[in-house]
Nanobody, 117 residues
């Protein structure tokens, strides 16, 4: 199992930047694929970005603005968010997943990101 704690959210003006961090505890962090999801009020949770075996992928709305990365030595995954827009406002969740006989998902508690002037 893995436990996840997000940090780095807050209030930022449009065009600004934030870096989210997700610290993982537990064993064998490096075997997990990692992802960031977000959920805006009244909306479904959506996948923002994932990193798996060095490959990354992003939802179209954040391509060129967000970057996901991980540091296995620090058991941490990051989401660098640049050129933020009001529509990026949401609770951002860190996700660790592993597919063996089935998919195993672990979630953090979420961190609020608000983009507003």
């Amino acid at each position: 199992q893995v436990q996840l704690v997000e940090s780095g959210g807050g209030l930022v003006q449009p065009g600004g930047s934030l870096r989210l961090s997700c610290a993982a505890s537990g064993s064998r962090f490096s075997i997990y694929a990692m992802a960031w999801y977000r959920q805006a009020p009244g909306a479904q949770r959506e996948l923002v970005a994932y990193i798996n075996n060095g490959r990354t992928n992003y939802v179209d709305s954040v391509k060129g603005r967000f970057t996901i990365s991980r540091d296995n030595a620090k058991n941490t995954v990051y989401l660098q968010m640049n050129s933020l827009k009001p529509e990026d406002t949401a609770v951002y969740y860190c996700n660790a997943y592993l597919v063996v006989d089935k998919r195993y998902d672990y979630w953090g508690q979420g961190t609020q990101v608000t983009v507003s002037s």
